[in-house]
């Protein structure tokens, strides 16, 4: 059988297949980059699931606008004011996961040669998905502080890219959070060099103290001429159910039509039942509490995560507490003669009964070897230090 050329470009994702070893009995896993199924308001969503039937059934289970089930836009639009973003609700078009917008930016905005701007690390997924349309991928470094604005700037420069695309709030897989200053310089770039951003916001509300600064998209209100060249990507995913497959973009209206035109050939439209549900539980006001206990219990997995790794790793590890999110990313610096390999400590770790991500993946080019991440998400307290007791002991 021939396949399209285009497939040669990308390959199955590293994290699917460690999962094909997790099938040990009684491993502990860092590995995924899910959110704990014991977080999910089940009697809100079938609350919500039962007034979505109820009320409007037909709006629930028929054919919808590709855009979006109206309701449900509403009620995003009223979501994103609550965090600072002004936006119609046709402003918005509502995708299947924001995994969709990514592909749909792919799909409209590039073309085989195209170079497109990716923090060194970011989500393997988005290395793949604009890799599959032919983009040519360059990184740009990420520090504590998210994306070093000097050299973006000089990378923009340089490559003229189709677009640049960050996860500026605790990065998947960076934890890393640009700080306010060089947001603001993120988006005078922008208007500087006339060059897109396309910021992905599905851990934003994850946070477990203070709170992030504004988004990109927030925040482009106090930079004139930075709106019009700005995409928002959000998701429900992280915070309510991935199930649900909800997410949904914000962009210029030239580029929404051009995404829900490309949407409607990919799917017709994202679930109207799962839009409805999402419609009737954001309606309810249950997701502050949703908010304020999924931070807690995040939080303290964090916590307990970054102590034990200072406790069984020393300074064999070097990592920066996150503030938020989903994610730890370490690298392994060799210290007392330790491995500073991510791959050979994967292989050890697996022996040991405990699962991590080797970093090298989440690099579009010249990736460290020394890096890995460690999802706290699933695992509880208990769980943690159990597990990274055995990751010191593989080292």
Known sequence: MQFATRLDNVETSAIRELFKLLGKPGIISFAGGFPDSAMFDVEGLREASTKALAEEPGGALQYGATEGYEPLRAQLSAFMKGKGVEVDP?????????????????????????????????????????????????????????????????????????????????????????????????????????????????????????????????????????????????????????????????????????????????????????????????????????LAHVRKVYGERAAAMGAALKRELGDAITFTQPGGGLFFWARLTGAGGKLADANVLAQRAIEKLVAFVPGAPFYAEKPDLATLRLSFATANVEKIEEGIQRLGAAL
Request: some cysteine; hydrophobic content about 40%.
């Open 90 to 290: 046709n402003g918005l078009i509502v995708t299947t996961g924001s995994q969709q917008a990514l592909d749909l930016l792919g799909k409209t905005l590039v073309s085989p040669g195209d170079k497109v701007i990716v923090e060194g690390p970011t989500f393997l997924a988005t290395i793949q998905c604009f890799r599959l349309y032919g983009a040519q991928l360059i990184s740009a470094p990420v520090d504590a502080d998210g994306v070093q604005v000097d050299q973006l700037e000089q990378l923009i420069v340089e490559h003229k890219p189709k677009f640049v695309y960050l996860i500026p709030t605790f990065g998947n897989p960076s934890g890393a959070t640009l700080s306010l200053e060089r947001r603001r310089k993120v988006l005078e770039l922008a208007v500087k060099h006339r060059t897109v951003i396309v910021e992905d916001d599905p851990y934003g509300d994850l946070y477990f103290g203070k709170a992030p600064p504004p988004s990109l998209m927030a925040l482009t209100r106090e930079v004139p001429g930075s709106r019009e060249l700005v995409v928002h990507c959000g998701s429900l995913s992280k915070v309510l159910s991935p199930g649900l497959r909800i997410g949904w973009m914000i962009a210029p209206p030239e580029l929404l039509a051009k995404a829900t035109m490309c949407k409607q050939f990919s799917d017709a439209h994202t679930s109207t039942f799962s839009q409805a549900t999402a419609a009737q539980y954001l309606k309810s006001g249950r997701m502050p509490d949703t």
